[in-house]
């Protein structure tokens, strides 16, 4: 597993909320949904993003921009334009004043605003839930990156305008799938940036030392690792290895193998119907009991809980 896919593996939609939107100017949207990750690729007119803390930055048509969660921010034609409207949690809409919205800017199958063809047009995915997007990946991104029309050209454009607005049977699952594959291609182009800044652990995987143990952690997670069988497949000792490790990647090599393990399991448990001892063994705890006891440590919830929610 090269690094850039064990980052990227990670976005699953699952019925994620996707919009067309249409606004003529004046036009401001406060969004405090807490969404983990949103994704705006602007088609046609200009859009500020301002969050909260942090640089206000313009769109132009063909950027697009990745919001993480769950901190707000506010979308809008102009700096100083006040919010219309204020997007909560669970999609709801309502005006700065508390009144609901919801039904009073609809313009047909996924379109919402002020008019079809209005002056400014963008594309929004988002996914509603934590576990739809790898912790390891939201740790890697800023609160907002934008990646310009000059920064990349996404094939996947054109596509995702044209089935946003339609209504077909299965229409949401090519959607869910569309938003996954325009994100993974955003932030491989994000990542090949000098200013990306990825991960502690992503930039030790070009380490002649750690990065070997990281594939060995990463491609097979279930095998019974110790500090003193990863020195010896580097030919370096226990402690030039733990230190190396700690050094680069910022925590031992053990409590990182913790992390991916309760991690994949995580994944598997929102993914497949797999009972907890088989996932148990998959990801390299000896009982379902070892695992819902490191789970429950790790996430706060016990291993069913998880899955009920992710559900």
Not at 41 to 50: I, S
Not at 285 to 299: M, V
Request: glycine letters at 10%; one cysteine or more.
């Amino acid at each position: 597993m090269d690094a850039l896919t064990g980052l990227l593996e990670g976005p699953r939609a699952r019925g994620a909320f996707m919009i067309r939107a249409c606004f003529d100017p004046p036009w401001a949207v406060r969004i405090e949904d807490r969404a983990p990750l949103t994704v705006m690729l602007l088609v046609r007119g200009e859009a500020w993003l301002a969050p909260d803390s942090g640089v206000r930055r313009l769109l132009r048509p063909g950027d697009l921009a990745i919001a993480r969660g769950p901190d707000p921010y506010t979308c809008a034609d102009a700096p100083d334009t006040p919010p219309q409207a204020l997007i909560l949690p669970g999609g709801e809409c309502h005006y700065p004043d508390g009144r609901p919205l919801n039904g009073v800017m609809d313009l047909g199958v996924r379109t919402w605003g002020d008019r079809t063809d209005g002056a400014t047009v963008m594309l929004i995915g988002t996914y509603r839930m934590q576990g739809e997007i790898g912790g390891r990946l939201l740790d890697a991104l800023p609160p907002l990156l934008l990646l310009t029309a000059d920064d990349w050209d996404c094939p996947l454009t054109p596509v995702l305008a044209a089935e946003i607005v339609r209504d077909e049977p299965g229409q949401e699952v090519v959607l869910d799938r569309l938003l996954d594959l325009l994100v993974i291609a955003a932030l491989r182009a994000w990542f090949a940036r000098p200013e990306a800044a990825p991960p502690a652990w992503y930039g030790a995987l070009g380490d002649p030392v750690v990065g070997p143990v990281l594939r060995l952690l990463q491609d097979d997670p279930a095998h019974p690792w110790t500090v003193a069988a990863l020195a010896a497949k580097v030919g370096v000792s226990r402690a030039a290895l733990a230190r190396r490790f700690t050094e680069l990647v910022g925590e031992p090599p053990m409590t990182y193998l913790t992390g991916w393990r309760l991690a994949l399991a995580a994944d598997r448990l929102r993914d497949t119907d797999d009972t907890l001892g088989a996932i148990a063994r998959h990801v390299g705890y000896g009982s379902a009991f070892a695992l819902s006891t490191a789970f429950k440590r790790a996430y706060g919830v016990s291993p069913q809980e998880w899955r009920t929610r992710a559900a």
